[in-house]
């Protein structure tokens, strides 16, 4: 067997590779050697592991390709050792439990069977043991062990305090007693901690028993609330010292910790007693410690790196606002306390400009932004109201003006809108400022603001503006029903609003702001809508206000087209809303007239007239398509609105078919409208055929059958590519439909024969010349009547069977075409690749 390489050759290769392999370990020990004997005794070096490559000493370069060893020495094959640190902590940690385990048993269970000098020494000795025993440890550089011991050393006098309640102060008060042994342990415990520098644990401990005795204390004397939360107050600014100056990271973490508990504990409960205040008298002390936390929020903000410093700005302001705020809102009614709260985090923004530092600015700004939020929040539930009610007019077409004004317009009689006359006023404020805001933005940054520049960019700007446009619109939205003024006040400032918020797309548009110019565009459309669904009540108002959208839609058209940066999608949405504005006053014009509602549909069909007209002159401007199919849309409509009298639906689709011609003549339009038109006449033929009561069609379908045939053989004549449908679709559906729809309500067996055989003639006529529609038209015609002829037999047959013979053939059925599914899949594609290769 040949080898490539040859096997002497591919040795020699290994070989080599080999001894430079074994070059370079060499090298490596010796470096290695050299690093150990610099350390010397500063540091122990690490455990030499396994050579990642090559030979161990004393093993050739062709044992290296043996199996691996196994058992204890197999290095880095071998299985995973624990390592020796993680063994001895394993070790020290079951130690230390079964150590606090065993004085625990010993303080709870067998306390009672010794003297007091008993237990005293015990204790005493034991936990002097245990809190010396670190200090001779830790000088022979057993860390670890003497950490185990303090911990014990921690749980033992938790145990003394316990012990020394139970013997020396059985009566005493319990939380009272808490309060001062954790105070004192404490104090021990920060000592301990501070003499014995390398022990991570006591001062953790120590401010983790710093959290309960000013709380206890204030428990223990029956203090109320704010005392409580005075003290969890006091408490934090103790944890935030901590936090700022302890030069240990555990204790600075476990200090941060508490502060935010401890901190957050103290402002949660000072803003409940705020909120809950009887009167403004009330409020002042809960304002006081809410302003007490602020402080010291801020003064650990300014030393804390700059995360933790925006998250103080932010608890700082938010605590000012609760604090300010709760005493204005004491004295405010129902509802407008918001206003109070939205003034003060208003105010809050004169703090920027504070030198408090950038993060804290940043805080204060982020904390007024969540309050001016809250408060657009709070006074959205009218708006939504307001917004929404003009559906429940929907069912109460022209049926005068609503009762109860502006406030029956929206169904919301009931409502108590004297409480809710907050929220105008608050999106108002809102809106003046952000607009104020949006308009000098550079300039109210200021110098001072120059730290949180890059965080106040062009998208905050445009956030502002879109929230300044969306806030001024639903505060003058609401502000006619919360005022109770008239049904036609409140018509005319959502037309207003609607006029205004287009406007201002516009002019947005123009500044390149895009942002603000959506919020508009939405808002202008969902006003747009919400005062022609509350102009149907009077019939004066539809049209009034359909008239007046037709002109403001038509004028934005022209507003936005052909404008840089403007979307075709948007210049259209504008047309084809004009083009439904022109049709509802024009629907309703047979009202107004008396006329029925099927008769009402020929007066609509102007609209589609219009928009034929301007697709003709708009050519193929990206506007022209979307107004023509929106003008086939109402055409649609009125053709749906004369079905319940066939003599109009007849001359509605009429009509259609003419204003389809005429789109037809138009070279980009042709095809389409073209078989439109055709269908069209044809389906206005039939029915009119059906409204004068003809029993046998065939005499005035195929005198138009006849020279239609013959026009389409003509054209097939000069241009053999045409299609067959369009030759001789039209002329033959003329005959053939209506003979269809006459033989399946025929008694007789002479009309379906005939109808059958002719069918018959012309689907042989359409595979022997191989034209598409005379096949399928054809085949379809005869299909259908020949399944009107058997079906009476089938339930005959299906009504003499037993039941389970259907199901049964159904079944058998299913099994044979999922059997050759593949092949009549092929079959199906053949017949859809022959019908396509036709004409």
């Not at 809960?286 to 995360?307: C, E, F, I, K, T």
């Not at 004491?330 to 950038?358: E, T």
């Not at 917004?387 to 003006?401: F, I, K, Y």
Request: aromatic share 6%; net charge positive; with cysteine.
């Amino acid at each position: 067997m040949e080898h490539v390489p040859p096997p002497a050759e591919e040795l020699a290769l290994l070989d080599r590779e080999l001894a430079r392999l074994d070059a370079r370990r060499a090298q490596l020990l010796t470096r290695r050697a050299w690093l150990v004997r610099v350390l010397g005794a500063t540091a122990a070096p690490p455990a030499a592991g396994p050579a990642p490559w090559g030979p161990p000493p004393g093993r050739g370069p062709v044992a290296a390709w043996g199996p691996p060893p196994t058992g204890p020495s197999a290095g880095g094959f071998g299985p995973p050792q624990a390592s020796a640190p993680g063994a001895q902590n394993v070790l020290l940690v079951l130690g230390g439990l079964l150590l606090t385990v065993a004085a625990l048993a010993f303080t709870l269970v067998s306390w009672g069977d010794m003297g007091i000098g008993g237990r005293s020494a015990v204790l005493t000795a034991v936990t002097a043991g245990a809190l010396l025993a670190p200090v001779v440890l830790l000088r022979r550089g057993l860390s670890s062990t003497a950490e185990a011991l303090a911990a014990l050393a921690a749980v033992l006098m938790v145990l003394d305090a316990y012990a020394l309640y139970e013997v020396a102060v059985p009566d005493a008060d319990g939380a009272g007693y808490t309060a001062t042994a954790a105070a004192v342990l404490a104090v021990l415990w920060g000592a301990y901690g501070l003499l014995l520098e390398r022990l991570r644990l006591p001062l953790p401990l120590a401010v983790c028993a710093a959290q309960l005795p000013l709380v206890l204390w204030a428990w223990a004397a029956d203090a109320g609330p704010l005392w409580c939360a005075a003290a969890l107050l006091v408490t934090a600014a103790l944890d935030g010292a901590v936090a700022l100056r302890a030069g240990r990271v555990p204790a600075r973490v476990t200090a941060c910790v508490a502060l935010c508990v401890t901190g957050g504990s103290g402002l949660l409960v000072a803003l409940v007693e705020s909120l809950s205040a009887a009167g403004p008298a009330g409020a002042v002390v809960p304002g006081a410690l809410l302003l007490a936390g602020a402080a010291l929020a801020v003064a650990g903000a300014r030393r804390a790196p700059a995360p933790f410093g925006v998250a103080g700005g932010v608890v700082a302001g938010l605590a000012s606002v609760a604090a300010v705020g709760g005493v204005l809102a004491a004295g405010l009614p129902d509802g407008w306390p918001v206003l109070g709260y939205l003034l003060c985090g208003g105010a809050l923004l004169l703090g920027v400009r504070a030198p408090l530092g950038a993060p804290v600015v940043r805080g204060l700004g982020w904390a007024s932004g969540a309050v001016v939020a809250g408060a657009v929040l709070a006074s959205l539930p009218p708006v939504t109201v307001v917004a929404a009610g003009p559906v429940s007019r929907l069912g109460g077409v022209w049926a005068g003006v609503p009762r109860d004004g502006a406030r029956g317009a929206v169904g919301a009689v009931d409502l108590p809108w004297a409480e809710m006359g907050y929220a105008p006023v608050v999106l108002l404020l809102v809106a003046v400022a952000l607009g104020a805001a949006y308009r000098w933005w550079e300039g109210l940054l200021g110098r001072p603001g120059a730290a949180w520049r890059g965080a106040a960019g062009p998208a905050w700007r445009g956030a502002a503006g879109s929230v300044a446009v969306a806030s001024g619109w639903s505060g003058l939205l609401v502000l006619p029903v919360v005022l109770g003024l008239s049904f036609a006040a409140d018509l005319a400032v959502r037309l207003v609003l609607v006029i205004a918020a287009f406007a201002a797309a516009v002019t947005a548009l123009r500044a390149g702001a895009r942002g603000v110019a959506a919020t508009a565009g939405v808002l202008g459309a969902a006003g747009a809508l919400g005062a022609g669904v509350l102009s149907l009540a009077t019939e004066a108002g539809t049209y009034t206000v359909f008239g007046l959208l037709l002109v403001v839609c038509a004028g934005l058209t022209v507003a936005l087209d052909g404008r840089a940066g403007v979307s075709p999608v948007l210049v259209s949405a504008a047309a084809c809303a004009a083009v439904v504005c022109a049709g509802v006053p024009m629907g309703a014009l047979g009202a107004s007239l008396g006329w029925t509602v099927s008769e009402a549909a020929v007066p609509l069909l102007a609209v589609p007239a219009v928009t034929v007209l301007l697709g003709a002159r708009l050519k193929r401007h990206a506007v022209a398509l979307p107004v023509e199919l929106t003008g086939a849309a109402v055409a649609a409509v009125a053709a749906a609105i004369a079905v319940g009298d066939a003599r109009f639906l007849a001359l509605v689709l009429a009509l259609c078919g003419v204003l389809a011609a005429g789109t037809a003549l138009r070279a980009e339009r042709r095809p389409f409208a073209g078989y439109l038109a055709t269908g069209l006449f044809v389906l206005a033929a039939w029915v009119r055929l059906s409204v004068a009561g003809v029993s046998a069609p065939e005499a005035y379908t195929l005198p138009v059958t006849v020279p239609a045939l013959v026009v389409g053989m003509l054209r097939r004549q000069r241009d053999p590519a045409a299609s067959s449908w369009a030759a001789y679709g039209a002329g033959l559906a003329v005959t053939l439909v209506p003979s269809l729809g006459a033989a399946w309500t025929d008694a007789q067996w002479t009309r379906p024969l005939l109808l059958g055989l002719a069918a018959l003639g012309i689907t042989l006529v359409g595979a022997r010349l191989r034209l598409q529609a005379l096949l399928v038209l054809g085949g379809a015609v005869l299909a259908l009547d020949a399944l009107h002829e058997l079906a009476p037999y089938v339930v005959q047959v299906a009504g003499a069977l037993p039941r389970w013979v259907v199901p049964a053939l159904a079944g058998v059925l299913l099994l044979a075409v999922g059997a050759t599914y593949e092949k009549r899949l092929r079959d199906a594609r053949r017949l859809r690749e022959a019908l396509g290769r036709m004409r």
